[in-house]
């Protein structure tokens, strides 16, 4: 499966690419895997489910993971910006060094995760349900964080 998100990298790389010459996430599983250095903008993931893998200096810019699960995943250096994450589940997952800048997260599921020196400038987040959770955001001016459901989360700004 790495080969896939090396091929979607790659074909975003030359520029002159179209929506029909990328690969599919939607509907997959995908599990057991690292994934490194690699330019993953505007990807569409619906409805799929990714365990056991690691992101690191992964440009998600305004991608679109929807009705999405992510389990025992960790994500560092990891820039959503721009990013749909609506109805995505995140459980056991830790975020290090990651920017949600301008990202939409409404009506997920947050359990058991460590979101560790993330940026939440202009981000909205909200309606969420998060359980056993640790924020420790860098930056979140103009944020709407709000009306969500939370048990055992601490936030911490800095």
């Not at 820039?79 to 589940?89: A, G, I, Q």
């Not at 947050?110 to 400038?121: G, L, M, R, V, Y």
Request: proline content about 1%; aromatic content about 16%.
């Amino acid at each position: 499966m790495e080969n896939i998100f090396n091929l979607y990298s790659a074909i975003k790389e030359q520029n002159d690419y179209n929506t029909d010459d990328l690969p599919s996430f939607n509907e997959i599983e995908i599990r057991d895997l690292i994934v490194c250095d690699s330019n993953l903008d505007d990807l569409i993931s619906v409805n799929s489910i990714y365990s056991h893998i690691e992101f690191n200096k992964i440009s998600f810019y305004s991608t679109y993971f929807v009705q999405t699960s992510f389990h025992q995943c960790t994500f560092k250096n990891v820039d959503f910006t721009k990013s749909n994450l609506n109805n995505t589940s995140f459980t056991f997952c830790s975020f290090i060094t990651c920017s949600f800048a301008g990202a939409e997260i409404m009506g997920a599921e947050i359990t058991a995760c460590n979101f560790k020196n993330c940026i939440f400038t202009n981000i909205i987040f909200s309606d969420n349900i998060i359980n056993d959770t640790q924020f420790e955001i860098t930056e979140r001016s103009f944020s709407v964080i709000n009306d969500n459901i939370e048990k055992n989360v601490i936030w911490s700004f800095d």
